[in-house]
């Protein structure tokens, strides 16, 4: 899962970085609310965690400019004001939940997760190229009948390709889709995390099915 926080706390947003990237996901950080505008509008998120009292433009005029521009990503309002007005104010804009510092980590995690699952249930229910199918509800990989154990970031790897059958990404789209802005772009995981999905996709005899496009990146294709 790909997260957006918009936290000008530095302390407040690291505790949340750590956190969630211990839980395996990608973690991008905006310092004000026009940073946050700008990353919501040009990088594809499953959640963004969105404070109210920010610098340069609030969280809810972030919210409400998100929400005109048609991001239609799931946002989780993090924030210390408390009231029943404020709430309601949030989830009328188009919130999708509210949560009150301070508070539990593994609230957050259960909220997010939540809204990640939400936003699952919009998309299409299967993923297919070829015979390999995966389900974003469940989590399964087939090929065929055969059952695909992934860890987490290969899955994730997986499906990122997988909803962009056909099309060659290059190493940069599947850094900031699959990791986040600071992953290092001279570094091999890219290519380690290719090989181990081709290892598990193409056991045996199967045809592959990731593609290297030399000089460019990879594409998933029959």
């Known amino acids: ?121 919009d998309r299409a229910p299967l993923l297919r190229v070829d015979n390999v199918t995966l389900d974003p509800l469940t989590h399964e990989v087939r090929r065929g009948d055969r059952m695909i154990e992934l860890t987490n970031k290969e899955y994730e790897l997986l499906a990122f390709l997988m909803r962009r059958p056909g099309q060659v990404l290059t190493r940069t789209q599947i850094a900031e889709g699959v990791w986040d802005l600071n992953f290092d772009n001279e570094s091999n995981v890219i290519d380690v995390y290719i090989r181990y999905l081709r290892k598990k996709i193409s056991a045996g005899n199967e045809r592959p099915l990731i593609h290297t496009v030399r000089g460019v990146g990879y594409t998933i294709k029959a």
């Open 1 to 121: 899962m790909r997260v957006l926080v918009v936290e000008d706390e530095a302390r407040i947003a690291r505790f949340i970085q750590r956190g969630l990237e211990e839980e395996h996901h990608a973690v991008d950080i905006a310092v004000d609310g026009d940073e946050g505008t700008t990353l919501a509008a040009i990088n594809d998120y499953d959640v963004i965690l969105l404070d109210i009292l920010l610098p340069r433009k609030n969280g809810l005029a972030v919210l409400r400019e998100l929400r005109e521009r048609n991001v239609n990503v799931p946002i989780l309002m993090v924030t210390a004001k408390d009231s029943v007005e404020d709430k309601v104010a949030g989830l009328n804009i188009g919130a999708d939940d509210y949560l009150t510092k301070p508070f539990a980590f593994d609230e957050l995690i259960a909220r997010l997760n939540a809204l990640a699952r939400r936003r699952s249930l």
